[in-house]
C-alpha cells in the first residue's frame, strides 16, 4: 500500500482521468460506492445517519455514499452545506444523480441559526466535508459545523480525511473533524503518520477505489506501508541445513561503566532475534558487568578510558573485516573515544554497519568522512538525534518526517531509520516504509537499543537489507503490541520485557 502526498493523490486521479481515460464522474462513483459499503458494514440498520456534505469532490463522494444508503433502506438526512449552485464538476453530476434518484437533501445556507447543530437524534454522522483540497484553517460555515460534530456524542465516520486535517502536515490549524473511524480513499496520506493529525483520524482503513497502478507507477510516490502482511511474506525461514554460521557472526559494540545495560539490551535482543554468533565489544572497566548477563556472546575487549571507550582504539586491530555485521552506539559515551571508534567502524567494517545512539551523536564531527562508505550503513536516530545531525530543531524534523529523511538518506546514501510513533525506513535511493506497529510503551529508555540488536541480527540473515531493517522495526512494536494486549499496561514495559516478547512474536508472524 502507497502512502501519498495531498499533491501525488491528485495527480494520481489526474493521470487516471487524462491519460488512462477514466472519468471523473465513474472515479467518484467507484470512490463513494467503496466507501459506502465499509460504512454500512459498521454501522447497524436502525441507525439515524446524517451525511453532511461539501463543496468540493470530497462532497461528490458523500452525494453516492448517500444514494448507495438509501437505496439499501438506511434511514439517511442529508446536508448540503454549500448554496447548491457552488458544486461543480464531478461533485455536481453526482448530485444530480441522487436528486433524479428520488432524494432530497437539506439546505444548510438556508437554515435559521437553531438549525444550524448537529441532530440530537442522529447516531452517525458521515463526513463528507472537506477532503484534500482543504487550505489553512476551516473557514464559516465549516468550522461552526465541524466544532457542533465534535461536541456530538455521534459515531463519526470521516471520508479519505477528517474534514480539516491537512493531507501533507501534522499540524491541525484550528477546527477539525475528530474521526471515530476514517475509510481513507486508496492511499493513505502523510498526516495518517505524523502527530498530532495522526490522532484526528480515529481507527483508520484504506478502502479499494480501483485506482490503476499504471498512475501510481506514473507518480511514483515511493512510500509505502510496511505492515504484518509484508513481515509474513519476507520474514526468512530458519532452513534445516544450516549451521550457526548460516545467521552471521556479529559484532555489537557499546557500553561504558555508567551504561551497562544498554549492550546487554542489544546484545541478548540480537540473540534472541536469530544472530548465529556474536562477539559483544566493550570498553574495559565496564567488561565484566555486561559479561555476566550475557552467557551466549563472546566478548571483545575495548580500551578504555574513565569508563569510555579511549581512543588507543584506533590503533588497536580488532579484525573488524570478519563480521558480517556490525553495530555500534548503545551506552557507548560521547567522548573522544567513541569518535575514533566509529571512524574505525565506518573505514573497516566490510559488510553492513549499523549506528545509534551516542555513535550517532559523535558522527556529526566527523565531517563529510562518512558519506563515502562501500558497505551499507544503516543510521538509527530518533528525531532528537536526526535534529542533532542535521541542525534542525526536533519540532522541525517531526513536522517533515517524510522529507527530511528522504533527503538526508539520498545525500549520505545511507539507510535511515527515524524512530517515533510511525518509524520510516528510508533507502539510500529515497523509497519510504512506515511502520504500522507499536504503541507508547516504547517510550522508555532502552528500547531503541534492544531495536538496534534486532536490525544486527536481520541485516544479517536477510539478504534485502529494507526488507531487514522493516521487519525488524515492525516486530519490535509488535512485541510490545502483545505486551499491551495481553500481558501488561503501556505504563509498565520496560526494554527487557522487550526481548522476553521477542519469541512469541516472531511465532505469530510464522505460525500466521
Ligand atoms: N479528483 C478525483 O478524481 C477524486 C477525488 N476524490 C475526492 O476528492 C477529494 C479532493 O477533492 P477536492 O480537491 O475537490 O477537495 P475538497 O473536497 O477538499 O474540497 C476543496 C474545496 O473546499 C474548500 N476549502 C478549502 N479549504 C477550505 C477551508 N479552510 N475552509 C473552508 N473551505 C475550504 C474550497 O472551496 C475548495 O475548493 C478527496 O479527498 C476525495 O474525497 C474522490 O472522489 C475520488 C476521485
Ligand atoms: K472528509
Known amino acids: 500500500m502507497q502512502v501519498v502526498t495531498g499533491e501525488e493523490m491528485g495527480r494520481i486521479d489526474r493521470f487516471t482521468i487524462e491519460e488512462i481515460g477514466l472519468k471523473e464522474e465513474v472515479l467518484m462513483e467507484s470512490a463513494g460506492r467503496a466507501a459506502a459499503n465499509k460504512i454500512m458494514e459498521s454501522i447497524s440498520p436502525s441507525d439515524n445517519v446524517g451525511i453532511l456534505i461539501g463543496t468540493g469532490n470530497n462532497g461528490g463522494d458523500g452525494f453516492v455514499i448517500a444514494r448507495c444508503l438509501l437505496d439499501a433502506g438506511f434511514k439517511v438526512d442529508v446536508w448540503l452545506i454549500p448554496p447548491e449552485s457552488k458544486v461543480k464538476g464531478a461533485a455536481l453530476y453526482h448530485l444530480n444523480v441522487f436528486k433524479n434518484s428520488g432524494y432530497t437533501f437539506a439546505d444548510y445556507s438556508s437554515f435559521k441559526s437553531d438549525e444550524k447543530e448537529v441532530p440530537g437524534q442522529w447516531d452517525v454522522i458521515v463526513d463528507t466535508l472537506l477532503g484534500t483540497g482543504v487550505q489553512g484553517s476551516l473557514r464559516e460555515p465549516y468550522h461552526a459545523i465541524v466544532q457542533s460534530i465534535n461536541q456530538s456524542s455521534c459515531k463519526v465516520i470521516s471520508v479519505d480525511i477528517p474534514s480539516g486535517v491537512p493531507a501533507n502536515k501534522g499540524e491541525v490549524e484550528g477546527e477539525a473533524v475528530k474521526a471515530s473511524v476514517t475509510f481513507i480513499l486508496q492511499s493513505p496520506k502523510l498526516s495518517a503518520f505524523l502527530a498530532p493529525a495522526d490522532e484526528y483520524y480515529g481507527k483508520w482503513e484504506c478502502v479499494d477505489i480501483g485506482l490503476p497502478i499504471r498512475a501510481y507507477h506514473a507518480v511514483k510516490p515511493d512510500r509505502y506501508l510496511w505492515s504484518r502482511e509484508q513481515v509474513s511474506a519476507s520474514f526468512p525461514a530458519r532452513n534445516k541445513h544450516t549451521h550457526k554460521g548460516s545467521y552471521g557472526k556479529g559484532l555489537l559494540a557499546g557500553g561504558s561503566i555508567h551504561m551497562t545495560g544498554a549492550p546487554v539490551l542489544a546484545a541478548t535482543s540480537a540473540l534472541r532475534s536469530g544472530a548465529g554468533l556474536l562477539t559483544t565489544a566493550v570498553p574495559e572497566e565496564a567488561l565484566s558487568t555486561v559479561a555476566s548477563q550475557v552467557a551466549e556472546s563472546t566478548f571483545l575487549p575495548l580500551p578504555s578510558k574513565e569508563g569510555e571507550v579511549s581512543e588507543e582504539v584506533g590503533t588497536l586491530d580488532l579484525s573488524l573485516s570478519n563480521y558480517d555485521g556490525v553495530a555500534a552506539g548503545p551506552g557507548l559515551g560521547r567522548n573522544e573515544g567513541t569518535r575514533t571508534f566509529v571512524q574505525k567502524l565506518l573505514n573497516e567494517v566490510k559488510g553492513p554497519l549499523v549506528l545509534d545512539a551516542d555513535a550517532l551523536f559523535v558522527l556529526k564531527e566527523l565531517g563529510e568522512e562518512w558519506r563515502k562508505r562501500d558497505f551499507p550503513l544503516i543510521l538509527t536516530p530518533h528525531p532528537g538525534e536526526l535534529a542533532h545531525l542535521t541542525g534542525l530543531s526536533p519540532a522541525e524534523v517531526n513536522r517533515q518526517r517524510f522529507s527530511i529523511s528522504r533527503s538526508f538518506a539520498a545525500q549520505h546514501g545511507c539507510y535511515l531509520i527515524l524512530k517515533g510513533p510511525h518509524t ?89
Open 424 to 512: 520510516i525506513v528510508t533507502t539510500p535511493e529515497g523509497r519510504q516504509y512506515v511502520n504500522d506497529s507499536g504503541n507508547p510503551s516504547l517510550a522508555k529508555g532502552g528500547t531503541g537499543d534492544v531495536l538496534t540488536g534486532m536490525i544486527l541480527s536481520f541485516v544479517m540473515s536477510h539478504s534485502a537489507i529494507q526488507e531487514a531493517l522493516s521487519n525488524a522495526v515492525f516486530l519490535h512494536g509488535k512485541a510490545a503490541d502483545m505486551l499491551v494486549d495481553d500481558v501488561s499496561s503501556p505504563h509498565s514495559v520496560v526494554a527487557g520485557d522487550v526481548v522476553q516478547q521477542l519469541p512469541l512474536t516472531f511465532r505469530s508472524i510464522l505460525h500466521s
